[in-house]
T-cell receptor, first 115, second 111 residues
Framework: GAVVSQHPSRVICKSGTSVKIECRSLDFQATTMFWYRQFPKQSLMLMATSNEGSKATYEQGVEKDKFLINHASLTLSTLTVTSAHPEDSSFYIC???????????FGPGTRLTVL | QKEVEQDPGPLSVPEGAIVSLNCTYSNSAFQYFMWYRQYSRKGPELLMYTYSSGNKEDGRFTAQVDKSSKYISLFIRDSQPSDSATYLCAASKGYGQNFVFGPGTRLSVLP
């Protein structure tokens, strides 16, 4: 299947700092990428849909000024958690849509811990 | 009512058993259905993809979609301890639209 990478895989930061997470499609171009958040033993919660060259579409309840998404190229989308707080600690996962079949492939995830 | 429902388990089976994992959904507009396997602290891995109703088989895995009853299933034959993971079902209305995920079923295959 298609390969999606994320960087970093793990990050620990102090409260109030900003953290950028990168999501890359390695062997294909991804017009559409999704960002999810997953708390322990819970399912994936969609945060936003990222479309190359346009503004991201955020799900209800997700603060767009706090979770900045940029999809500047067909292979890269970034999520920046601004002024992170301990309650932002979670597992953040991106995914990319591939091909005409609407298949969605996930990155390995980024574990964010805010102290 | 959540759009995609799934029994969270945990489900424990002996090695070699046939595993049946199921989801129900409420939105008749869903057309694309997927099953993912997620190991602890890892991203979900796409297992099976189905468009509309029908069956699809890939090795030990068979996915079924019954749109009339809004029911989707994943069968695992000859289950192995390495199949122990959380299995997530997901549904989407159309191309480019987000997928709605079930809460996942935790499966343990005991040697």
């Amino acid at each position: 299947g298609a390969v999606v990478s994320q960087h970093p895989s793990r990050v620990i930061c102090k409260s109030g700092t900003s953290v950028k997470i990168e999501c890359r499609s390695l062997d294909f171009q991804a017009t559409t990428m999704f960002w999810y958040r997953q708390f322990p033993k819970q399912s994936l919660m969609l945060m936003a849909t990222s479309n190359e060259g346009s503004k991201a579409t955020y799900e209800q309840g997700v603060e767009k000024d706090k979770f900045l998404i940029n999809h500047a190229s067909l292979t890269l989308s970034t999520l920046t958690v601004t002024s992170a707080h301990p309650e932002d600690s979670s597992f953040y996962i991106c995914s990319a849509l591939v091909g005409a079949n609407n298949e969605q492939f996930f990155g390995p995830g980024t574990r964010l811990t805010v102290l | 009512q959540k759009e995609v429902e799934q029994d969270p388990g945990p489900l424990s089976v002996p090695e070699g058993a046939i595993v049946s994992l199921n989801c129900t959904y409420s939105n008749s507009a869903f057309q694309y259905f997927m099953w993912y396997r997620q190991y602890s602290r890892k991203g979900p891995e796409l297992l099976m993809y189905t468009y509309s109703s029908g069956n699809k088989e890939d090795g030990r895995f068979t996915a079924q979609v019954d749109k009339s009853s809004k029911y989707i299933s994943l069968f695992i034959r000859d289950s192995q301890p390495s199949d122990s993971a959380t299995y997530l079902c997901a549904a989407s209305k159309g191309y480019g639209q987000n997928f709605v995920f079930g809460p996942g079923t935790r499966l343990s295959v005991l040697p």
